[in-house]
T-cell receptor, first 112, second 116 residues
Framework: GQNIDQPTEMTATEGAIVQINCTYQ??????LFWYQQHAGEAPTFLSY????GLEEKGRFSSFLSRSKGYSYLLLKELQMKDSASYLC?????????????FGKGTKLSVKP | GAVVSQHPSRVICKSGTSVKIECRSL??????MFWYRQFPKQSLMLMAT?????????EQGVEKDKFLINHASLTLSTLTVTSAHPEDSSFYIC????????????FGQGTRLTVV
């Protein structure tokens, strides 16, 4: 079956670094995505990994290990506006034309 | 960047009525659009894949006669919730993939449907 796991909630302090982990078990794999979603809004794209390694984009970095079925999203220099849910999603070509399978999201609370 | 517009953002309807939600790709062509539903504190669940010019592909457990999908052009897909019931109240989100980009899917703003 398809399974994507990530922690339900995390709390961090403004200015700090936080790592959000994601493990996945899917019938196929064609890329892993991280999205940010504020309450009541649609997700916004943060990063995409299809090869092993680290992708860095400003304060956000994402890592992938395909052999371990593991990814993490690293947020540096946390800001209050980073308080949101972070969704890990895998594109599984075993599904309907490469749709995204989402984890339940990690709600991050950034405190002063 | 690519923009996907979803309308309406919020709708309240009476039980038994139908509601249409539109999803438009504003600056690119999208042969494939996806419709998701998200209940509070839950993950985005794929409902169906909308293909331009052909029938939509529905996920298991999603009633195709209740959730009508029409993808009449390369920039527009519509989802109609027919004979809505309170349990259909949810956050509906569409996404579209650009033909020339095998990476991110672009999401609409989402539609908060409340059936009373």
């Amino acid at each position: 079956g398809q399974n994507i796991d990530q922690p339900t909630e995390m709390t961090a302090t403004e200015g700090a670094i936080v790592q959000i982990n994601c493990t996945y078990q899917t019938s196929g794999f064609n890329g892993l995505f991280w999205y940010q979603q504020h309450a009541g809004e649609a997700p916004t794209f943060l990063s995409y990994n299809v090869l092993d390694g680290l992708e860095e984009k400003g304060r956000f970095s994402s890592f992938l290990s395909r052999s371990k079925g593991y990814s993490y999203l690293l947020l540096k220099e946390l800001q209050m506006k980073d308080s949101a849910s972070y969704l890990c999603a895998v594109r599984d070509y075993g599904g309907s034309q490469g749709n995204l399978i989402f984890g339940k999201g990690t709600k991050l609370s950034v405190k002063p | 960047g690519a923009v996907v517009s979803q309308h309406p953002s919020r709708v309240i309807c009476k039980s038994g009525t139908s509601v249409k939600i539109e999803c438009r790709s504003l600056d690119f062509q999208a042969t494939t659009m996806f419709w998701y539903r998200q209940f509070p504190k839950q993950s985005l669940m794929l409902m169906a894949t909308s293909n331009e010019g052909s029938k939509a592909t529905y996920e298991q457990g999603v009633e195709k006669d209740k959730f009508l999908i029409n993808h009449a052009s390369l920039t527009l897909s519509t989802l109609t919730v027919t004979s809505a019931h309170p349990e259909d109240s949810s956050f509906y989100i569409c996404s579209a993939r650009r033909q020339d980009m095998n990476t991110e899917a672009f999401f609409g703003q989402g539609t908060r449907l409340t059936v009373v």
